[in-house]
């Protein structure tokens, strides 16, 4: 066992996908797509004179994830401001909450699957939700910097849990159940290469004989769960190494160099930040009756928990492939509609899992970009249901599947003009099997004499001469049987 146990708490930005922005009527624009400071408007550039207008749908996408977070939400929250100078940020501060935030005290179940060992349950307390302003954007060229105000004012729920995560693995479970939250919610889209969803560690590690937490540091700027795992593992044996120099873990913000896959140190911060925060004077304590909260309640979707039971309870999935199935809404969405199109559930989530992953793993696409991919769910449907069906088994359809992935024609076109469909011809099947064992007398006899694993090279060889397109079962069926009359003869 090792004498350190890390300490990991994580502080999530999630833009919310409303229409307009948190204080004005502005437009929230793509940020990476549009024109840069084509969104804006007096009050998302901080012009003297304007005031702010709490946007009600934001309050209500905050309230919905703090009810799928367990929360509790108190009658009233404020608004406060948080002031420092930065070109991003127009007002010289950020209109954001802090000691009467929307939600607190919450907790999500995640289930923790280690490369090595176990999956088990755990919980993660969530400190905090609340809601805030996004700054504008900076970006550094040649010597100059340039600024774009299109996210300057768009709406931002922090989701801060305490330090409850002792693992990248527990991390990785926790942002990928949270993202998966996010989506079904529909109030943020979880796409954290476009960084409309930032997941930020703080890290530190105890040592066996500690009573209290050591200095910790942070890591910004992640644009991926997969890089979130490593620069959490990176980040731990870079602190372990440091106090057993002796040297020591320093306050830090880090970055992660996705190239050279490690751990870089973006300034150290000598002092804790001073942001002088107080409450903002243009706008009212927000009341959240209990009537409001119910109704918000009321309007929750089914959400990925209660999903991937249902897969379990309704449709008999095992418990890996539901869980894999829920954990993408896209992937989710692809196999109900599947389902929806006639697919046998069961058979829909093996192929799904098995076969239609594995594609997309080796032309390295992401689940969560599924519904970009040529096959339809309905066109996934029906070579499901040709393989149930009997017309291909598992080596055409893997071909027709792979044909699919290329042109995204349909299955049963596929069959049709390659000729894939399966033969289970009984006078087709006898003829092939025939001639098989005509041309293997040596392997008969041996076969005959009690070579019995010998079965599955002629099976193999009466495929061949099938041009793998026999029904398995009646082709081991006929060779069964006149292996047998030969016996007697
Ligand atoms: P701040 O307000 O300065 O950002 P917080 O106390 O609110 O700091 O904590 C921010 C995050 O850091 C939380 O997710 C919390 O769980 C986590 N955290 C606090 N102490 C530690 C620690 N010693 N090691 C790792 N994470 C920590
Ligand atoms: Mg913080």
Redesign the pocket.
Known sequence: MSDWKP?????VHAELLTRSKMFSPCPVVDSVEAEPNTAVDPVSLGLPGTLPVINERAVEFGLMVALALNCHIPRFNQFARKNYFYPDLPKGYQISQYDRPLAVNGYLDVEVTPEDGEPYLKRVRI??AHLEEDTGKLTHMNGDSLVDYNRSGVPLLEI?????IHSADEAEAYARALRAILQYLGVNNGDMSKGVLRIE????V?HRDDTD????T?VKNLNSIRSLYRSIQYEINRQIALWESGEGVKQATLGWDEARQRIVVQRYKER??EYRYFPEPDLPVLEITPEWVERVRAQLPELPDAKRRRLMEVFGLSAYDARVLVMDQAVAQFYEAAVAAGANPKSAANWLVGSLFSLMNREGVEREAIAAIRIQPAQFAALVKLVDGGTLNRGTAAVVLEEMWQTGADPAQIVAEKGLAQVSDADAVAAAVAGVLAANEAMVRDYLAGKEKLFGALMGQCMAALKGKGNPQVVSEVLRRQLEARRGG
């Open positions: 300490i990991i708490g994580l502080e400190r905090r801060v849990t305490e330090p409850d560690p703080n890290i530190s105890m937490y050591r200095t910790r942070e804790a930040d």
